[in-house]
C-alpha cells in the first residue's frame, strides 16, 4: 500500500510540474515595452545593412499558431555579420536574450496581427467571403492546388477568432491598451 500511495504522490507531482511548467502566462507590460523599445533601434540596423527579406506572413502559415517572424528573423541574424549589434540593441531594451525577444516578439505579432484582421471582419466582409469562397468551389478554370490554396486561406480567415490558442486571446487581451503604439511603429517601417 505504501508503494502505491508513493506511486501515486509521484505521479500527481510530476503532471502537476508538467502541465504547470508548459502554462503561458500572458504578455506583461514589460514583454510589451521591451519590445516596442527594441523596434526603432531594430529598424536603424536593418537599414544599415542588407538582410534578407522576412516572408513569414500568417497567410503563408496554415497553422496561425506556427507564425513565427521573430524567431526566424533571429535564425536570418545569427550569421550575419551584424548579430553583436543585434544583440546589443535587444539586451539594451530590456530583454535578457535574444530568443527571449524573439520568443516574446513572436506573440506580439500574432496577438497584433490576429487582433488586426478580426477587427476587420464586418459582417459585411464576413458575407463577401463567403461568396468568394462559394465562387471558388464553383470555378473550372482553377486547378485543384489553386482552388485548395485559396479555399484555405479563406476559411483561415473566416475561422480566426475560433482557431486562435487560449494563449493567443490572452495576449491580444494584454496588448489591447497598446494597440496603437504599436501601429505607429509599424508604420514608422
Excluded at 20 to 26: K, L, R
Excluded at 60 to 89: C, G, Q, W
Excluded at 129 to 136: D, P, Y
Excluded at 156 to 179: C, H, V
Aim: with cysteine; aromatic share 10%; net charge negative.
Amino acid at each position: 500500500m505504501k508503494h502505491v500511495l508513493t506511486l501515486c504522490i509521484s505521479i500527481s507531482l510530476f503532471f502537476g510540474y508538467f502541465f504547470t511548467a508548459h502554462a503561458i502566462t500572458p504578455l506583461g507590460e514589460n514583454d510589451i515595452q521591451h519590445f516596442m523599445n527594441a523596434m526603432k533601434p531594430l529598424q536603424e540596423l536593418g537599414e544599415k545593412y542588407d538582410f534578407p527579406e522576412n516572408t513569414d506572413t500568417p497567410a503563408e502559415n496554415p497553422d496561425f499558431a506556427d507564425f513565427s517572424p521573430m524567431s526566424r528573423a533571429l535564425k536570418d541574424v545569427k550569421d550575419h555579420e551584424s548579430y553583436e549589434e543585434f544583440k546589443t540593441i535587444i539586451l539594451a531594451a530590456g530583454f535578457s536574450t535574444p530568443q527571449q525577444w524573439a520568443s516574446i516578439g513572436d506573440r506580439i505579432m500574432r496577438a497584433y496581427t490576429s487582433a488586426k484582421i478580426i477587427e476587420t471582419m464586418t459582417p459585411e466582409k464576413i458575407q463577401k467571403m463567403l461568396k468568394s469562397i462559394e465562387e471558388v468551389k464553383k470555378n473550372e478554370y482553377l486547378s485543384p492546388e489553386i482552388k485548395k490554396q485559396l479555399l484555405n486561406n479563406l476559411t483561415q480567415a473566416l475561422t480566426m477568432t475560433d482557431n486562435l490558442t487560449e494563449s493567443t486571446k490572452a495576449d491580444q487581451e494584454a496588448l489591447k491598451p497598446y494597440l496603437a503604439k504599436l501601429e505607429r511603429l509599424f508604420e514608422e517601417r
